[in-house]
């Protein structure tokens, strides 16, 4: 199957300082890119969907000034926590639409990215 | 009422064990539905998908769609200490994104 990487999984950063979270897809182009954050026990909850070439959409609540997200090619998406917080601890989480069948899609998924913030 | 709904559990089950999964939606729209399976600190990989109503069956795991009552299940035969993971039901209309449900977490036990 399709081949999403995600990196890195696990980083601690100080409170106040940015971290960048790169997500490719290995074997196959992907127009759209999404992110999400997962809370412990908690569904995918998505923050933004990341187009190719244009702006992203964020979820309602999202800080878009916050969660920077940048899709510059077909394979690369990444998305940069800009002056993290302790509350940005979480589980980031990234997938790529990629073709299912004829008519459908599949999301294809990154190993995740655990932050915390100290 | 979320549009699709999931008990968290957790399902603690024996080893051997049938285990059914199960979700609820609204959306009468969703024609594709899919099972998601997430170990621990790390991102769900798709286990199967099915095309509106009906079965499908690969290996221990089998997934059925009742569109007409808005419940979709996935059983798992011969269930494995392995098998314990979150599964996390998903469903679209086509080209679009997926709507999750919340996920089950499965415990097997030896």
């Known amino acids: 199957g399709a081949v999403v990487s995600q990196h890195p999984s696990r980083v601690i950063c100080k409170s106040g300082t940015s971290v960048k979270i790169e997500c490719r897809s290995l074997?196959?182009?992907?127009?759209?890119m999404f992110w999400y954050r997962q809370f412990p026990k908690q569904s995918l909850m998505l923050m933004a969907t990341s187009n190719e070439g244009s702006k992203a959409t964020y979820e309602q609540g999202v800080e878009k000034d916050k969660f920077l997200i940048n899709h510059a090619s077909l394979t690369l998406s990444t998305l940069t926590v800009t002056s993290a917080h302790p509350e940005d601890s979480s589980f980031y989480i990234c997938?790529?639409?990629?073709?299912?069948?004829?008519?459908?899609?599949?999301?294809?998924f990154g190993q995740g990215t655990r932050l915390t913030v100290v | 009422q979320k549009e699709v709904e999931q008990d968290p559990g957790p399902l603690s089950v024996p080893e051997g064990a049938i285990v059914s999964l199960n979700c609820t939606y609204s959306n009468s729209a969703f024609q594709y539905f899919m099972w998601y399976r997430q170990y621990s600190r790390k991102g769900p990989e798709l286990l199967m998908y099915?095309?509106?109503?009906g079965n499908k069956e690969d290996g221990r795991f089998t997934a059925q769609v009742d569109k007409s009552s808005k419940y979709i299940s996935l059983f798992i035969r011969d269930s494995q200490p392995s098998d314990s993971a979150t599964y996390l039901c998903?469903?679209?209309?086509?080209?679009?994104?997926?709507?999750f449900g919340r996920g089950t977490s499965l415990i097997v036990h030896p």
């Open positions: 099915t095309y509106s109503s």
């Open positions: 997938s790529a639409l990629g073709a299912l069948g004829a008519e459908n899609t599949e999301a294809f």
């Open positions: 998903a469903m679209s209309r086509g080209s679009y994104i997926p709507t």
């Open positions: 074997d196959f182009q992907a127009t759209t």
